[in-house]
């Protein structure tokens, strides 16, 4: 409820904010070659949280890029407990959260699930295709277990749904920054900073803003009205790449630089 | 007991939902209102039921096949599916959902296909109502269903070949919907089946409830009465729901027919992809199978989440056919009756005549969704 006390996620989050610190939210697909490697220099990189992703057969709201590094790992053998149990196992200094579809909670069971995650030390939970209509199940069973559940506000939302989105969304709320699936973009899309707008207007929660958000320019630019991004292909891509755990901390420092320049 | 309406949220029993990525929840809701709205509406239901009639060609016959029945031995009674334009079921519902699109201001279709008969017939919608159409196929279904491909691109669609995944129908259906979170504003998704988030499996079935509602009177005049057993072949289900829809509240035998690689009633659990909690063939980890079948359109791990529904209340019940089964009922029809059918109809078929010793001297009803030319290559190339 509105009146219980923030979770690990949604407080380290406040704390950056009330320090006028911009959060950064980098997303790295779990079970590639060497991505607790990946996290772990993220988050010595200037992360605030990291979000890892639990590859899912059918994932309906990934480009290219995230769909590619899924099936590889996949086909590498990685299944949602070898993930939860090695992001256990890390030492980063942040909040992690998880990311992936519903079926994979579904299929484990909501209290197995969210009792596994809180077990490992993993502060929320995204489930890409489960809206706030269908989340109740769930929800209850990831509040009973302390996992804070970030639900997703998109551009297509009346005000009225915004609202409610928001009521029930814990940690941070995710503003999706475009219409579409993610995937890297020239440009940020006009309805990043809109969508950031009409959430901050009506929430205290952080907003942060993913789905679109490729560059520091990018990241920059949304931030002068979100409390943060979330990226996700431009460093998935550079994994795929095999620019390894240097090539994200690399990356990630810049779009620390962009979001510490753009601060007030 | 008998089809109606899903609960508000879209449950049938403990099945079904709208499980959707956010983007897409306010279009769903949208959806429904407009269907509700347009069903009510009588000059709505005219239209449609006029363009059923005067372009797709409905009624659609009951057929009687005497020389199969006394190789079988049991009254076999076809539905006339095949007959529609564009050669398959999917017409009905593909019309309904392109003139409830026009209603609400969309001004392109984007449909999955496996087979090729949803995306012939989404095709052929839009071309009549001129609207911008994308469909979105496995480039295996590309590869095996040809034909098809190439009566979409005359009839002015863009065809996508996908080459994720399996490669198939599953695969078709992730696209489609990524297509959709982009496009949402101006397009409607042209769901294929009774399956997808609320109110796709509820509409989709009632837009096949012609299917049911013809065949019961047809059947009343012809034999009296409901037949003892009515079959059909079960991937998504649509045909399915649509002739069952007509005698659930009687006491016929309903029978669906999935392929033995894609049985999702009869090997799946409960699961949640594309939209809706149903049956699935997924693994221990709860990632979704590859089905494997000969028939593209059967070719599809889940099913419709009302056949969930029927299953687990017993109203209906789901046998499952193997490729082999299915060619040889595909050729027994050609060669009996003279008319060749599609190969997802054929597994119903497989089944009868699987079971003509249990069924004999019943009255056996055979939605015939569609007809075999897209498959006539496929079955050659078989027979080497
Ligand atoms: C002739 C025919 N029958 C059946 C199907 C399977 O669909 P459903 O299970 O929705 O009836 C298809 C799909 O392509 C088809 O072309």
């Not at chain 1, 460093?235 to 979001?259: C, D, K, M, T, Y």
């Not at chain 2, 007959?83 to 079921?89: A, I, M, P």
């Not at chain 2, 609400?104 to 949803?118: D, F, S």
């Not at chain 2, 029927?310 to 595909?330: C, I, K, M, Q």
Request: aromatic residues 4%; contains cysteine; proline residues 5%.
């Amino acid at each position: 409820m509105s009146g219980s006390r923030p979770g690990r996620l949604e407080a380290s989050l406040r704390a950056a904010r009330d320090r006028g610190r911009k959060c950064l939210v980098p997303y790295i697909t779990g079970g590639l070659e060497g991505w607790e490697a990946a996290v772990e220099a993220a988050a010595a990189a200037g992360a605030d949280t990291v979000e890892i992703g639990i590859p899912f057969s059918d994932p309906v709201m990934d480009g290219p890029t995230i769909q590619a590094a899924g099936d590889r790992a996949l086909a590498a053998g990685a299944t949602p407990g070898g993930i939860v149990a090695a992001a256990a196992e890390l030492d980063v200094g942040v909040p992690l959260v998880v990311m992936t579809y519903y079926n994979i909670a579904h299929h484990m069971g909501h209290r197995r699930f969210a009792r596994s995650l809180a077990e490992a030390g993993v502060s929320g939970a995204i489930l890409a295709d489960l809206p706030l209509e269908e989340s109740g199940p769930w929800t209850v069973a990831a509040d009973d277990a302390g996992v804070e559940t970030v639900l997703l506000a998109a551009p297509t939302a009346s005000a009225e749904r915004l609202a409610a989105v928001c009521a029930r969304a814990r940690g941070f709320v995710y503003a999706v920054g475009l219409l579409g699936v993610t995937g890297e973009r020239a440009t940020l899309a006009a309805s990043a900073v809109v969508i950031a707008g009409r959430l901050k207007e009506i929430t205290d929660l952080p907003v942060l803003v993913g789905v679109g958000v490729s560059t520091p320019a990018q990241a920059a630019e949304a931030t002068t009205v979100a409390d943060g991004v979330v990226v996700g292909s431009a460093i998935v891509r550079r994994l795929l790449e095999g620019q390894g755990p240097e090539g994200v901390g690399s990356f990630v420092a810049g779009l620390r630089r962009a979001l510490d320049g753009a601060g007030p | 007991m008998s089809m109606s309406e899903p609960t508000p949220e879209g449950r049938f029993g403990d099945f079904g939902g709208c499980y959707v990525p956010e983007t897409l929840v306010p279009a769903c809701q949208e959806l429904d209102g407009a269907f509700r709205a347009a069903w009510a509406d009588e000059a709505f239901r005219r239209r449609l039921d006029d363009l059923l009639r005067d372009y797709a060609g409905r009624p659609s016959p009951l057929t009687e096949c005497p020389r199969l029945s006394a190789e079988l031995g049991l009254r076999l009674l076809l539905k006339r599916e095949d007959l529609n334009h564009t050669g398959s079921h999917k017409i009905n519902n593909v019309l309904g959902q392109a003139l409830l699109a026009e209603r609400m201001g969309k001004t392109r279709l984007v449909a999955e296909t496996g087979a090729g008969q949803h995306g012939v017939a989404t095709a052929t919608a839009a071309a009549l109502l001129g609207m911008e159409c994308t469909v979105y196929m496995g480039e295996v279904d590309v590869s095996r269903q040809e034909l098809n491909v190439f009566r979409m691109r005359l009839l002015g669609a863009e065809v996508h070949a996908v080459a994720t995944g399996s490669r198939t129908l599953k695969d078709a259906i992730n696209e489609a919907l990524r297509d959709w979170v982009a496009t949402v504003e101006r397009t409607h998704y042209c769901l294929g089946s009774v399956m997808g988030p609320h109110p796709y499996p509820w509409m989709v079935r009632e837009f096949h409830r012609v299917i049911g509602s013809e065949a019961r009177r047809q059947c009343a005049e012809l034999v009296g009465g409901d037949p003892d057993v009515v079959v059909a072949c079960v991937g998504g289900g649509s045909n399915a729901a649509g002739i069952f829809s007509g005698f659930a509240d009687g006491d016929a035998e309903l029978v669906g027919v999935e392929p033995a690689g894609g049985a999702a009633v009869g090997r799946g659990t409960p699961g949640v992809v594309h939209g809706s909690l149903s049956y699935l063939m997924q693994d221990e980890f709860g990632q979704v199978l590859e089905a494997e079948s000969i028939s593209a359109g059967l070719d599809y791990p889940g099913v419709g989440p009302e056949h969930a529904h029927l299953a687990r209340t017993g109203r209906a019940r789901y046998e499952n056919v193997t490729d082999g089964e299915v060619l040889e009922a595909f050729e027994l029809l050609s060669r009996t009756e003279g008319i060749i059918p599609a190969l997802e109809p054929a597994h119903g078929l497989a089944w009868i005549s699987r079971e003509r010793q249990a069924l004999a001297g019943r009255t056996v009803l055979l939605n015939l969704s569609g007809r075999g030319d897209k498959d006539v290559d496929l079955v050659m190339g078989l027979q080497g």
